[in-house]
T-cell receptor, first 107, second 118 residues
Framework: GIQVEQSPPDLILQEGANSTLRCNFSDSVNNLQWFHQNPWGQLINLFYIPSGTKQNGRLSATTVATERYSLLYISSSQTTDSGVYFCATGGGNKLTFGTGTQLKVEL | DAGVIQSPRHEVTEMGQEVTLRCKPISGHNSLFWYRQTMMRGLELLIYFNNNVPIDDSGMPEDRFSAKMPNASFSTLKIQPSEPRDSAVYFC????????????????FGPGTRLTVL
């Protein structure tokens, strides 16, 4: 099956800093999502982005499907951004999740 | 609009007991997914349904696990008998999937059920 790798595995930021999270996948896909799992365990949809670029406030994402990677940008980070960020992708209806990036934003 | 609803939110049971987890997908969605999250294995797909029909159950760990979707607004995941290694958070997700050449399938997750088997 498809392999999904995320980097970095852990990230500590000072409030106000910017960061880039990366997701590499091993096969062509028609389905890619970024999620934020907050400290209470909820999986929050950030982006549905099988290709192209999208922006939502301080967050933006880019997927280059031909090169099999996606990037999530977080600008002006806030403590509420803390949690785990997952990339999930695949073909058809199935999603395979990466192992996530654990982000901690400190004051 | 209500999102995906799961019940119970927490379940503590003893080894050997039957456990039933419930899910109500978002109204109008035609696909439903059951996932399990553990520290060791991360988030993994167990089974998914399309138009109430099971399409892929290759992620179901063993025969002790079964899932049903009797109608478009309800699904269950049953574990019988339960074992301590089944302890995990179980998520249900739903999507409105359509298209072939231009495919759309954004999945939305419920709050999860935290299962502890003693």
């Amino acid at each position: 099956g498809i392999q999904v790798e995320q980097s970095p595995p852990d990230l500590i930021l000072q409030e106000g800093a910017n960061s880039t999270l990366r997701c590499n996948f091993s096969d062509s896909v028609n389905n890619l999502q970024w999620f934020h799992q907050n400290p209470w365990g909820q999986l929050i949809n950030l982006f549905y982005i099988p290709s192209g670029t999208k922006q939502n406030g301080r967050l933006s994402a880019t997927t280059v499907a031909t090169e099999r990677y996606s990037l999530l940008y977080i600008s002006s980070s806030q403590t509420t951004d803390s949690g785990v960020y997952f990339c999930a992708t695949g073909g058809g209806n199935k999603l395979t999740f990466g192992t996530g990036t654990q982000l901690k934003v400190e004051l | 609009d209500a999102g995906v609803i799961q019940s119970p939110r927490h379940e503590v049971t003893e080894m050997g007991q039957e456990v039933t987890l419930r899910c109500k997908p978002i109204s109008g969605h035609n696909s439903l997914f059951w996932y399990r999250q553990t520290m060791m294995r991360g988030l993994e797909l167990l089974i998914y349904f399309n138009n109430n029909v099971p399409i892929d159950d290759s992620g179901m760990p063993e025969d002790r696990f079964s899932a049903k979707m009797p109608n478009a607004s309800f699904s269950t995941l049953k574990i019988q008998p339960s074992e301590p290694r089944d302890s995990a958070v179980y998520f249900c997700a739903s999507s409105l999937s359509f298209g072939t050449t231009s495919f759309y399938n954004e999945q939305f997750f419920g709050p999860g059920t935290r299962l502890t088997v003693l």
